[in-house]
C-alpha cells in the first residue's frame, strides 16, 4: 500500500474536485459519537478476591479531518479518532474510567464522487460506499451502509437549514433501522462512518458535529445553543452516575460529590424536553425517577450543576 501526504495548498487546489461542502465537509470538521457497549469485566472486591461484574461502557469518540493523503493512486482526506471512556457495573459498585489517548490515530479517509461519498478504513484497507446523496424517494438504500440489511428504502426527502446551510435529510425505513435518517454534509444520526442499524447490543449516537469550531448540527445538549446554558469543562465536579442504563424505567442518579444540581432535564434524541426535576426536589445524593413512561430509545440526561453543565446518554428499553 503506498500512502503520500498532501500539502494543505494542493489540497485547496484539487478539492472542489471531491463535492461541495455541503455534501461532504472538506475542512476542519470533527464528530462527536457516543457508544454504549455492554461489558463483563473481572475485578477484585474489597478482599481482593477476583469476581465477575457485568456493566457498561459508555465511550466518547472524537472524529476529526486531517490532511489529505493519496493511497494507492486515490486521493483521500483522512480522518482522525481519539476516544474516551466509563465503565459503570450494573450495581454501581464498580466505576472505571477510561482517558482519552495521548495522540488521535488516522482510522480511514473519506473521498466524494459524484453525490456519492466513499469510506476507505485503514484496519481492513477496504474502501466501501459509506453515502449516497443521489437517493430518490423510494429507492433502495445500499447495504454497504445499512450493515448489510437489505430491503430499506428511502421514504421522503426533506430539506432543512442545518447550520445556515440548507441540507437534504433523507428518512429511511426497514427493519432494525433504529437510526433512520442520513444528512447530507454531515452523515447519519449514529456517526459519519457507523452503519445504519448497527445492532441490539452496542449504540451509537451523534450527539455533535461541528465545522471551525462552530456547532453545525445539535442532538444534545452538549451542542444545544441555550442562553440559560453553557458547557464548560469544569473539572471541580465529578461525574454522575446512572444506574441501571440502560433501564425498563426505573432510574437511579447518583450524584456523588456534586452539590444539588439546580435542574436535571431529559431531551429526547432532536434536543426535545421530555422530562425535568428541579432542585428542590432532590433529597440527598441519590435521586430516583420512573420514567416508564417514556418510549424506548435514547435520551441524554442534562444536570445543570452550579457554573457548568454534565451530559450523560441513557438508553430506555
Not at 461541495?20 to 469485566?41: D, G, H, K, M, S
Amino acid at each position: 500500500m503506498n500512502r503520500i501526504t498532501l500539502t494543505a495548498a494542493f489540497f485547496f487546489f484539487i478539492s472542489t474536485n471531491y463535492g461541495q461542502q455541503n455534501l461532504w465537509p472538506q475542512e476542519e470538521a470533527e464528530w462527536i459519537v457516543e457508544r454504549i457497549t455492554p461489558l463483563t469485566l473481572i475485578v477484585d472486591d474489597s478482599a481482593g478476591e477476583a469476581s465477575v461484574s457485568n456493566g457498561f461502557l459508555t465511550s466518547t469518540i472524537y472524529y476529526s479531518l486531517g490532511s489529505p493523503e493519496l493511497i494507492d493512486g486515490i486521493l483521500y482526506t483522512t480522518v482522525h479518532q481519539n476516544q474516551e471512556g466509563i465503565y459503570v457495573s450494573d450495581s454501581g459498585d464498580h466505576v472505571i474510567e477510561y482517558p482519552l489517548n495521548n495522540a488521535s490515530e488516522m482510522v480511514g479517509g473519506f473521498r466524494v464522487q459524484g453525490e456519492e461519498v466513499f469510506y476507505w478504513n485503514s484496519y481492513t484497507e477496504e474502501e466501501s460506499l459509506l453515502f449516497d446523496f443521489g437517493l430518490q424517494v423510494g429507492d433502495s438504500v445500499p447495504v454497504s451502509f445499512t450493515n448489510q440489511l437489505e430491503n430499506r428504502v428511502v421514504t421522503s426527502i426533506d430539506m432543512q437549514m442545518i447550520g445556515g446551510v440548507s441540507r437534504e435529510v433523507f428518512n429511511l425505513s426497514g427493519p432494525g433501522l433504529f437510526g433512520n435518517q442520513i444528512i447530507s454534509g454531515i452523515g447519519s444520526l449514529f456517526g459519519p462512518m457507523q452503519e445504519i442499524g448497527v445492532g441490539y447490543e452496542t449504540s451509537f449516537e451523534l450527539v455533535c458535529f461541528s465545522v471551525n469550531g462552530h456547532v453545525v448540527f445539535p442532538l444534545s445538549s452538549e451542542c444545544v445553543d441555550d442562553s440559560t446554558l453553557s458547557v464548560q469543562d469544569d473539572h471541580s465536579t465529578s461525574a454522575v452516575i446512572l444506574y441501571p442504563n440502560p433501564t425498563d424505567g426505573r432510574l437511579v442518579i447518583d450524584l456523588g460529590a456534586n452539590a444539588a444540581p439546580k435542574s436535571i432535564r431529559i431531551l429526547d434524541a432532536v434536543g426535545g424536553l421530555v422530562g425535568e426535576k428541579l432542585s428542590h426536589e432532590f433529597y440527598g445524593p441519590h435521586v430516583e425517577w420512573d420514567l416508564s413512561h417514556l418510549a424506548s430509545g435514547s435520551y441524554i440526561l442534562v444536570f445543570e450543576l452550579g457554573g457548568s453543565v454534565q451530559t450523560t446518554q441513557l438508553l430506555i428499553h
